[in-house]
Structures are given as C-alpha cells and as structure tokens.
C-alpha cells in the first residue's frame, strides 16, 4: 500500500509539474506586466506635471506683457531691453508655479529661453524647456508657443504715444482712446514738421485690437463705413514698416520685423482747409528715428460729414491703396 502510494503521488506529481511550469510562466508574466505599468505610471505624473506647466505660460506670458505696456504709459519711459525683460518676468512667475511641487517627489525645472517677435504681429513667440524627474524616470520637453497679444482677457495698450508723447506734454486716456491734447503737434513741430496744427486734439486707439475688415481694401466698401468703424474701433493692421509690439515698448514706432499700423486721426471738431499734413498711420507720424525725418505728407481724406463733424484722415497714395480708398 504504502509503495503503491509513493508511486501514485510521484505520478500526481509528474502531472501536475505542467500546471506548476504554467503558474510559474504566468507569475513571471504579471511580474513583467506590473513593473511595465508602474514605469508608466510614473512618466504620466511627470509628464502630466510638465503639460500643468506648460499650460500656465500663455496667461503669465499676456499678464506680463500688459504689466509692461501698463508700466510704459505710467512712466513714458521705453524698455531697453524688452525681450529681456518679459522673458525675466515670465521666468519669475513660473518659478513661483515650480515652487508648488517642492513637497511633492517630483524635482521639477522650468526655464524660459526666449521671448520674441512672433510670424503673426498679434502674436509673441515665448520658448521654454521643462525638465521633471520622478526618482528614475526624467521627462524633458522644450516647447514654442504663440501668445495672442489681442486676448480681451489681457488688452495690451499701445504705448508709442506715451513714450513719444511724454517731453511735448504727454498723452491721456478717454475711455479706450488715446488723446493728444496738444502733445502731438507740440512733436511734430519741434521735429519742423509742416502742418504739424492738423494734429491739436488728435486721438488713436489705446489698445491693441485686430482689424476685422481683411482684405484691407474693403476699408473703401459701403461708401467708406467700413474704415469709419475701423477707426471708432480702434483696430490695427498688419504692416511690414510699423514696430511688432515688442519693438513698441522700446520705444520704436519702425523696426525691421513684420509689425502693425494704426490711424490716428486729427479731431472731428476741426473744420480746417488743409489740403496737406502728415500721412495719418502711427509709423509715419512717429517715425523720429535719426538721420532724417521719416515723416511724410498725406492728403486729405474726409470720410464722413454730418455738417457739423468732419471726419478725415490724411493718408499717401501707397496706405490709399491698401485700404481702399481712391488715390490722387
Ligand atoms: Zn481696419
Ligand atoms: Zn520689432
């Protein structure tokens, strides 16, 4: 009996070594399994930490530009460095946000390489690399973004007339307009301007807002309605010879990026018979930059008149051209 019972459970045994192969494969197989999930886990928390990040720098990157052009106009002062200067605040606030992981066990870096002027006038283009590491695992990312500089959440003011302005009795603010008073013909005269009187009590747009009307020429549609609204609007346009808004806070109204024009338009109010003043676009208004005066000529345009109000602007034949409305 006992003989016969050694060889049977030596027989179970042989029989069940299989199952035993079987669970031993499988074991290993969920071991396998479950350090592979684990990896993952752990690149999905620093990669997730990462797009948490990445996800804060459009509004940091539209809050700082429009403490900056906020700072402009209070001071009239122009950035030297503007690049520099938004790229160090953008840097500052992320730095704060990185803060917030210092307790988790994620080490987590955040550098801003660089801000500049973006394809797109409306846009800046902000360059940054993010470095998380989880004990084993590192995630590293570097990263281009496009920052819109015409979010309403954020409107940026132009600052050109502040910083232009400031010496000739400076530039005020009437709702979302800039107005002259007397500042901007004070600068053009000093500058020997001719006709530099057609500008008392001129006024152009605060903010930066994007012109609709695109193509440009149908500025000229529905008897002229169209530029009328533009300019009550208060809209801007691209332009290859107006200053991207980087250049702006610096001071520049031209610089050799694609960039942005505006109108600025003398008052309503003045019933003048000039003929002949400065082209009514920001850039050729304030276009000071040495040797030589980059101001030229425009003439008369009246866009509307209800016989008490005269609406004109003074524009040359290239800017007549690509807003539609008929050349001399
Ligand atoms: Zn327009
Ligand atoms: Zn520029």
């Known amino acids: 009996m006992d003989h016969t019972g050694y060889v049977l459970s030596g027989m179970s045994f042989l029989l069940v070594l299989p199952a035993i192969m079987l669970v031993t494969v499988f074991l290993d197989l969920e071991h396998v399994g479950g350090d592979a999930e684990t990896i993952i886990l752990k690149s999905d928390t620093a ?29 009239g002062k122009p950035l030297p460095n503007s690049r520099k200067t938004i790229k160090e605040a953008i840097r500052g606030r992320m730095d704060q946000k990185t ?20 394809q797109d006038p409306f846009q800046v283009e902000v360059k940054s690399s993010f470095r998380v590491e989880k004990g084993q695992v590192v995630h590293q990312e570097n990263l281009t973004q496009e920052i819109s500089i015409t979010d309403p959440l954020y409107p ?5 007339p502040f910083i232009k302005c400031k010496d000739y009795g400076g530039a005020e603010i009437k709702g979302n307009r800039t107005f002259y008073g007397n500042s901007l013909k004070n600068y053009l005269k000093t500058r020997g301007v001719e006709n530099a009187d ?7 747009s605060l903010f930066i807002k994007k012109c ?15 530029l009328k609204n533009c300019i009550e609007n208060g809209y801007f346009h691209e332009s290859s010879d107006g200053a991207c808004f980087l250049c702006r806070l610096e001071g520049k109204s031209t610089c050799p990026h694609y960039g942005m024009e505006t109108f600025i338009v003398p008052s309503e109010f003045f019933n003048s018979t000039s003929i002949s003043a400065p082209s009514s676009i920001d850039h050729v208004i304030f276009n000071d930059t ?29 800017h007549r051209l690509k807003y539609g409305i008929p050349t001399f």
């Open 99 to 118: 803060l917030e992981y210092q307790n988790s066990d994620l080490k987590v870096e955040c550098d801003i390489i660089s801000v500049d002027t973006s």
């Open 212 to 226: 609709p009307y695109d193509p440009y020429i149908m500025h000229g549609d529905f008897g002229f309605v169209s």
């Open 198 to 204: 057609q500008y008392e009590n001129a006024s152009s």
């Open 156 to 160: 940026l003011i132009d600052p050109i």
């Open 47 to 75: 990669s997730t930490a990462v797009k948490d990040l990445e996800a804060n720098i459009p509004g940091i990157a539209a809050e700082v530009l429009r403490d900056e052009a906020s700072n402009t106009l209070k001071t």
């Open 290 to 318: 040495p040797p030589g005066d980059g101001t030229y000529p425009g003439r008369v345009f009246e866009y509307y008149s209800d016989g008490k109000n005269y609406f004109k602007i003074f524009l040359d034949n290239s």
